[in-house]
Each structure stands twice: as structure tokens, then as C-alpha cells.
């Protein structure tokens, strides 16, 4: 069993960073691929980004490619996600999910946070 708790969101303008941590319980953070979903108002949850268990693979969806950053600290059972020229279509609330295998597929991930707030102001 693992517990994710996400932490770092809040109300930024255009342009802005943020930085997203992911605190995951349990001893076992090290053997899961972790990813950040985001889900905007009106709109189906969609990838954001994935990171293998020992940090050298990456995959990012297309539209924060070049703009965030994904990264782990597995003696800290950290994730995080930092997010620079932020855009106000980056406004979702933003989830960490671990899993087996570092895919863009949320159904492939057995444990979600409660997710945190983004909101982007223009």
C-alpha cells in the first residue's frame, strides 16, 4: 500500500513557475514509476508525465514538453514536478499516481493522490 500527498499548488501568473512535491508513504516508493495527471474543469484527466522507479527514464505529454520537469528522490519517497512559463491552460488540478510501469496510461496506475490546485492566471 502506498499514500501519496501532493503539496505545492496554488495561483500564479502567466509565466510563473511552481514546483509540485509528491510525498509517498510506505517502504516501497522506490520500486513504483510515478506520473502527475492533471484534470482542468469540464475536461477528462490527462498524462502530464512519468518517471521510471530509479529516475533515468522520462516521458512528458507533448503540451508541457520543454516547460516541466520531472524528478524523484527515492531516499526522500519524493516526486516532483516542476513547472516553468506556465500558461493559464496549465489551471487543473494536478494528481501524482504510482504504478508498475512508467506509462502515459492512468488506468495503469494503482495508487492516486488527492490531488493539488494549479491556477494560472493571464
Known amino acids: 500500500q502506498v499514500q501519496l500527498v501532493e503539496s505545492g499548488g496554488g495561483l500564479v501568473q502567466a509565466g510563473g513557475s511552481l514546483r509540485l512535491s509528491c510525498a509517498a508513504s510506505?517502504?516501497?516508493?522506490?520500486?513504483?514509476?510515478m506520473g502527475w495527471f492533471r484534470q482542468a474543469p469540464g475536461k477528462e484527466r490527462e498524462f502530464v508525465t512519468t518517471i521510471n522507479w530509479s529516475g533515468d527514464s522520462t516521458d512528458y505529454a507533448d503540451s508541457v514538453k520543454g516547460r516541466f520537469t520531472i524528478s524523484r528522490d527515492n531516499a526522500e519517497n519524493t516526486v516532483y514536478l516542476q513547472m516553468n512559463s506556465l500558461k493559464p491552460e496549465d489551471t487543473a488540478v494536478y494528481y501524482c499516481?504510482?504504478?508498475?510501469?512508467?506509462?502515459?496510461?492512468?488506468?495503469?496506475?494503482?495508487?492516486w493522490g488527492q490531488g493539488t490546485q494549479v491556477t494560472v492566471s493571464s
Open positions: 510506505g517502504r516501497t516508493f522506490s520500486s513504483y514509476a
Open positions: 499516481a504510482a504504478g508498475l510501469y512508467d506509462t502515459p496510461w492512468s488506468d495503469q496506475y494503482h495508487y
